[in-house]
């Protein structure tokens, strides 16, 4: 009798950086981004809902890009810039859009929170001055099964016009 042998899979280097810290890993090639996030590196604001694109819960900022990370693999980010919700918050407290989601109430479980969120900031960096249907529009990717979306929206309006105030 022979012996089975059981192949290991191939890795690859993985350097990104997150949040404005450099990261790297060996990964699977098949490796998914969000499990990189949350398992590798172990950032677990970033949910997963899906798995299909459908919910925008896994949403991240790749190079300033709103990407669902449930459909993209981890090789596919090296090199790139990576924004969780994590790396929102500065030292002088919450980002804009984080505190219009607490002001306004834009968030219920939470869950699809962080998704939301950072599509919204790409969104807004776009289109400074949306009208509500824009802000419906850009966010149509992100499903939230708790709040109804108005207070989400409302956040949204109030950081823009919190940035727009800043400028």
Known sequence: MTEATVATPPVQTVSVTVNGEPKSAD??????????????LRLTGTHIGCDTTSCGACTVLVDGTPMKS???????????????VEGLAGPDGLHVM???????????????????????????AENPNPSEDEIRFALSGNICRCTGYQNIVKAVQSAASSQAEGS
């Open 27 to 40: 990964v699977e090639p098949r490796l998914l981004l969000v499990h990189f996030l949350r398992e590798t």
């Open 70 to 84: 449930c459909t993209m693999f981890a090789v596919q980010a090296k090199g790139a810039e990576l924004t969780t």
């Open 98 to 124: 984080q505190q219009a989601f607490h002001e306004e109430h834009g968030l219920q479980c939470g869950f699809c929170t962080p998704g939301m969120m950072l599509t919204a900031i790409a969104f807004l």
